[in-house]
């Protein structure tokens, strides 16, 4: 439920102190599969709206396949991010 407060505040410092919490030790085993993917598929979306387009897309190749597969709604996020960024060129490295 943390990060669904960080995404309805809009507050990307609180998802990223958040996500350093996950990723120390084996803190993200206290999460099953589905809350896994849940939790990484709202902090995509929450920086695919709060970053810039460089930090957008180095955490989608970080993360997409090896932490999480992005969701339709990821991919949309991801979409509208390079739309609103005028990066629309990105497209083929994200595929």
């Not at 943390?2 to 507050?11: I, P, T």
């Not at 387009?53 to 996020?77: A, G, Q, R």
Request: net charge negative; charged share 20%; proline share 3%.
């Amino acid at each position: 439920t943390g990060l669904l407060q960080c995404c309805d505040l809009k507050d990307i410092k609180l998802a990223y102190q958040l996500n350093k919490i996950m990723e120390k030790g084996d803190n993200w085993k206290f999460l099953d599969i589905d809350r896994l993917n849940a939790y990484w598929s709202k902090f995509f979306s929450l920086l695919c709206m709060m970053e810039q387009i460089d930090v957008v897309l180095k955490w989608y190749k970080e993360m997409s396949h090896s932490v999480f597969y992005p969701t339709p709604n990821n991919i949309l996020d991801l979409l509208q991010a390079l739309d609103a960024a005028n990066q629309l060129e990105a497209i083929p490295s994200i595929w």
